[in-house]
């Protein structure tokens, strides 16, 4: 109706005022945190402000006048879009936390709230994805306290009738004829709870928590030394290495990195088939050291992805032991660093590891 008026006329530059003064009072919602959206009573999308479309990750020219299930296709599955619904059908308002799955996979959390209006609903969200995360990693590693200290009880344990035992078979190797089939046997005994020895260093070096005491290391020179290891966890496949952080220090341990890169080699070998390729990087960003691990594997599919940090989580059946990618995350974080893992079906695998520069100690 506005648009119709003859311009120039008195009521007119009323309206036009009127309109202007609309308008600029609409875009106040442009600069709000928390995004605000409109959806008629035929789900289609009647007004978004800016953080509403950015919440949605589109821009908002693309949404408006569209149906909801048409910009997002699934969502009539999800449980927002079930509670929008029924908003519409009672006008009973709603609050909740929601972790939203777009339909790439990608999954975010907003705190949402959904109001009836009388053309239809409101939707007030709030992106609450990096608290939800944060929350998530303190679970995380409380969990792997908690198990950490089970752990170590269990291998303190276990090392002590390990210890008993190959003391005992040495006392009876001592007392037999070397080459005689008892000793024999008894040297598959000690070979075994050797092995059993060797076992428990590694469930000990995973529950070992809380400071450890690190000197400031050359990174690129300490990978360099493990690469001949590493080639062997590869094997039958291509392992490429870049290391491109000459000279930057980070405050870790040999033996922390020969496990970190020992899981991560692994699991890339595990993921790819013979004649696959896996790259070690390094390279330095703003105030931190990054360590690659690529491989063009099988890759993961995002139910994989949110649960490979949890201890004995494996998809592996009985070959996996599920503590690998738990071991690195504990000592990464042990070392002030942060781990990332970017993965998809089919697309290969990259695990990104941040370690803090550190001055070289003089
Ligand atoms: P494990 O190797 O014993 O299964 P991890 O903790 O090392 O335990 O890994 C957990 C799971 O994460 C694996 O079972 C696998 O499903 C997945 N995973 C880890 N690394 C990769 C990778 N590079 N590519 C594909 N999947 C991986
Ligand atoms: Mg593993």
Known sequence: MLTSCVPGGG??????????????????????????????????????????????????????????????????????????VTCLETGAPNAMENLFEFPDG??????????????????LSVDIDDRKRLEEEVRRAKKLEALGRLASEIAHDFGNILS?????VDVALFSLPEDGPEAESLRMVRDAAERGTSSLE???EFARGGA??????????????????????????????????CGA?????????????SNLVANAHDATEPGGRITLETRVVLGAVEIHV????????VDVREHVFEPFFTTKGDHGTGLGLATVYGL?????GNVEIGSAPGEGTRVVITLPLVEPEG
């Open 249 to 261: 220090h980070v405050r870790a341990d040999a033996t922390f990195l020969d496990r970190i890169l």
């Open 332 to 336: 990464v974080k042990q070392l002030g």
């Open 294 to 301: 690529t491989d063009d594997g099988c890759g993961m599919d």
């Open 11 to 84: 009521v007119d530059d009323e309206l036009r005022e009127e309109l202007e003064m609309l308008r600029q009072r609409i875009a106040v919602f442009d600069h709000m945190r928390e995004g605000l959206q409109v959806v008629d009573r035929k789900l289609r999308y009647k007004y978004l402000n800016l953080a509403a479309a950015s919440h949605g990750m589109r821009p908002r020219e693309e949404l408006l006048g569209h149906a909801m299930v048409e910009m997002y296709p699934g969502i009539e599955n999800t449980e927002v879009f079930q509670h929008i």
């Open 106 to 123: 990608q999954k975010k959390w907003f705190d949402l709230r959904i109001q009836a209006v009388p053309a239809g609903v409101i939707v």
């Open 164 to 168: 008993a035992i190959l003391v005992g």
């Open 202 to 204: 590694h469930l000990l």
């Open 212 to 245: 450890v005491d690190l000197a400031p290391l050359e990174l690129d020179t300490s990978l360099e030394r493990l690469v001949p290891m590493l080639r062997g966890l590869a094997e039958g496949r291509f392992l490429g290495v870049g290391l491109d952080a």
